[in-house]
């Protein structure tokens, strides 16, 4: 399974914003689902979303339900994840994954296993 670019961390202040950007270099997310996950520092990863092949959301994380979304760019091999009014907790290195799929629904996300170097993202005043 190819890894995905992950870009787009840094440091923002709690309620602001930030979008994270995944890049599939070289090949279409054409019939993959894209999932992102986090890992904040001494804690385990967690999955936070996923797009479908049929850019269809699935939450893995309730606590970004409302703050956070995901869309893609087939024409730029991308997908973005917009996080707004975010909190000191959602500090974390962020990653994506890929996963080749063959139907509309996104899958468990303990079927991602090809994740990238991650982003880190830092929320503190």
């Known amino acids: 399974q190819a890894q995905l670019v992950e870009s787009g961390g840094g440091l923002v202040q709690p309620g602001g914003s930030l979008r994270l950007s995944c890049v599939a270099p070289g090949f279409s997310l054409d019939n993959y689902a894209i999932a992102w996950s986090r890992q904040a520092s001494g804690k385990e990863r967690e999955g936070v979303l996923c797009i479908s092949s049929f850019d269809d959301t699935t939450y893995y994380a309730d606590s970004v339900k409302g703050r956070f979304t995901i869309s893609k760019d087939n024409d730029r091999n991308t997908v973005y994840l917009q996080m707004n009014s975010l909190k000191p907790e959602d500090t974390a290195v962020y990653y994506c994954?890929?996963?080749?799929?063959?139907?509309?629904?996104?899958?468990?996300?303990?079927?991602?296993?090809?994740w990238g170097q991650g982003t880190q993202v830092t929320v503190s005043s």
């Open positions: 994954s890929p996963k080749r799929v063959y139907g509309r629904a996104c899958p468990s996300y303990s079927s991602f296993n090809s």
